[in-house]
């Protein structure tokens, strides 16, 4: 039998497998969004953990709306090359929706 664990805290992100098969349960199984927190750093753990074609871009209105443009700056300033930021924004969803 297989678990993961998923902990996240407001300064850290950890995800644990026992063993390799959790851990490819989870990247071929799992979708993780960045729910309005923009934040680089978590973003690039999020990646390292499930890899970019596993990752979607979300605000969590109401609860963090931020008005005046600030998550599509969150997107342009990330440092990933055009077609990880395409993932992240819209293809990702697309593919996984078939839309």
């Given at each position: 039998?297989?678990?993961?664990?998923?902990?996240?805290?407001?300064?850290?992100?950890?995800?644990?497998?026992?063993?390799?098969?959790?851990?490819?349960?989870?990247?071929?199984?799992?979708?993780?969004?960045?729910?309005?927190?923009?934040?680089?750093?978590?973003?690039?753990?999020?990646?390292?953990?499930?890899?970019?074609?596993?990752?979607?871009?979300?605000?969590?209105?109401?609860?963090?709306?931020?008005?005046?443009?600030e998550a599509r700056r969150f997107v342009d300033d990330l440092?990933?090359?055009?077609?990880?930021?395409?993932?992240?924004?819209?293809?990702?969803?697309?593919?996984?929706?078939?839309?």
């Amino acid at each position: 039998m297989s678990w993961c664990c998923f902990i996240s805290s407001g300064s850290s992100c950890w995800i644990g497998c026992p063993n390799s098969s959790g851990l490819d349960y989870v990247r071929n199984n799992l979708y993780l969004t960045a729910s309005g927190m923009f934040s680089p750093a978590y973003l690039r753990q999020a990646i390292d953990a499930v890899g970019v074609d596993r990752i979607l871009f979300s605000t969590d209105y109401p609860y963090q709306y931020r008005p005046g443009g600030e998550a599509r700056r969150f997107v342009d300033d990330l440092e990933l090359d055009a077609a990880d930021k395409a993932k992240f924004a819209h293809a990702n969803w697309e593919r996984l929706t078939g839309s």
